[in-house]
């Protein structure tokens, strides 16, 4: 009975370990396939959209998009 409750309890914390060190693995993968936005990235889709933006404007979307992540 405490042997069993002793395997549980060894499993868990092993999946635990092992499902850390993939989530941790996967999220390093993911940041250098697609990077966070930078200011270049916001002038360029501007740019794309027509629109000549200021660095005021560059700044406020920057600001903006750092509330949201």
Known sequence: M???ILYILIGLVIGLV????????????????????????I????????RNPSQKQVNQLMKQMSRFQ
């Open 43 to 50: 002038k360029a889709l501007m740019r794309g959209m027509g």
């Open 18 to 41: 092992i499902g850390f060190l993939l989530a941790r693995y996967l999220m390093k993968k993911q940041l250098k396939e697609n990077p966070p936005i930078n200011e270049e990235m």
């Open 2 to 4: 405490w042997m069993d």
